[in-house]
């Protein structure tokens, strides 16, 4: 998940909170290489790159970068070949199940890890751990916020829900208050039917989308909310869960906002629904928080808010984002370790990342300095407060499975039926029997 978020609130006090404190350790002549994808990613790296080798002198670090339309096909076929020119790789957090279980990445020393179980948050460890060790560790995670369109819901006759707006400022005592006070589902659906329509003979604005329309990442809080999973905790299948009671009424509650409230705009690209928002299109959508930037230049008067959940259920959001693994081919993987742990763990790596690109950090001691520094009070950058509150209270990694593309895959063809109009039963049916046959042809004895 790429994003600038507010460049402008740091530098701020990050030396206020240790975390992992590294020590030069010494090497022989080393290059290591990092493949990563094109972006404002790669900038940052090469900066972590850059002063790492200032420590470590007898260590060049350089990073290849490839567009993402290349990225995962090339670093996939480089991966399988056993590349040795490839000591680390920048992946994202659902394909480290399968790196690590087709033997392209190594898992971390067992005294790095517990290390990283103290330093980061439990959903992090989790996104980067494979059959009981830990292969990745992240550079950063992500967040998804509902914004909403204060002037086009009080023209519908709604009441805003309570969120941050413009002029506001926001402790971490009044950011779990917002998460306490979050809408449900249910409430956007009934906001969404007053806002669209037709008005004289011309469509009124669009309720509510998903900026990530049928996406598994976005949208798995849904079943999330009422308490299910999406496959069983062995991985093994999605029957009885994907298909249970609980995506069951989610996924009713989707075909309803199509085909009954009328209230979405069906199959959305991704970026349409922030654009639609800002041009006064869209009343509400559920999106990431590297969209603030573009809304908070715009004139439109809005807020936001907590991702909702279902009434009766308990708050779960999404999370995760771009990991660091060091290749089992590398020939160089004590110096390919030493930079992941200086990258993803130590204060100087993390603070530069963070101060880099403004993503959402995995670490508890960042979170921490973002819920009490004063830098995070005043509104947009007290969005990057909430975003830190959910990773540490309501966030959910996505499903660790080697089969992860095909349930990715399985899960938006069946949502994006389901707005289009397939019986709710049918497509989940088809979904689980999709992830079924993938499971059972990847998962080794």
Known sequence: MK????????????????????????????????????????????????????????????????????????????????????????????????????????????????????????????????????????????????????????????????????????????????????????????????????????????????????????????????????????????????????????????WDLFNTLEASPRELGFGEAPQMFINDQLAMFVGGTWNIPAVAASDVNFGIAPYPYFAGGVPTTPTGSWFLGVTAASPDSQAATDFAEYATLSEAGTSSWFASLNQLPATKALLETIASDPAFDSFPANAMRLSGYEAQTTAVPRPVTVAYSQLQDAFRTAFTDIANGVPVDEALATAVAAYDDAAARLNRP
Request: hydrophobic letters at 45%; a negative charge; zero cysteines.
């Open 3 to 254: 994003s600038r978020f507010l460049r402008t609130i740091l530098p701020f006090a990050l030396g206020t909170t240790a975390l992992v404190g590294l020590s030069a350790t010494a090497f022989a002549q080393t290059t290591l290489t990092i493949l990563m994808i094109e972006g404002y990613d790669t900038g940052a790296m090469q900066a972590l790159a850059e002063a790492y080798s200032a420590d470590h002198p007898d260590v060049t670090v350089e990073v290849q970068a490839l567009p993402w339309s290349q990225f995962f096909q090339v670093s996939e076929l480089r991966l399988r070949s056993g590349d040795e020119g490839i000591d680390l790789i920048y992946t994202d957090a659902p394909l480290v199940a399968s790196y690590a279980a087709n033997g392209y990445i190594e898992p971390f020393p067992a005294e790095l890890s517990a290390q990283a179980e103290q330093a980061l948050v439990p959903s992090a460890i989790t996104a980067g751990t494979f059959d009981g060790q830990i292969y990745a560790l992240p550079m950063n995670s992500s967040a998804q916020v509902l914004y909403y369109n204060i002037d086009l819901l009080e023209q519908a006759g709604v009441t805003p829900p309570a969120g941050l707006t413009r002029g506001s400022t926001a402790s971490a005592a009044d950011i779990a208050a917002l998460g306490e006070g979050r809408w449900t589902f249910e409430q956007v659906a009934e906001a969404a039917a007053a806002v669209s329509g037709t008005e004289g003979g011309r469509a009124k604005p669009w309720g509510f989308a998903f900026e990530q329309f049928s996406e598994l990442y976005a949208m798995q809080p849904l079943g999330g909310s009422l308490g299910a999973g999406v496959i069983s905790n062995d991985t093994m299948t999605a029957a009885g869960v994907l298909d249970g009671p609980e995506w069951t009424k989610a996924a009713t509650w989707w």
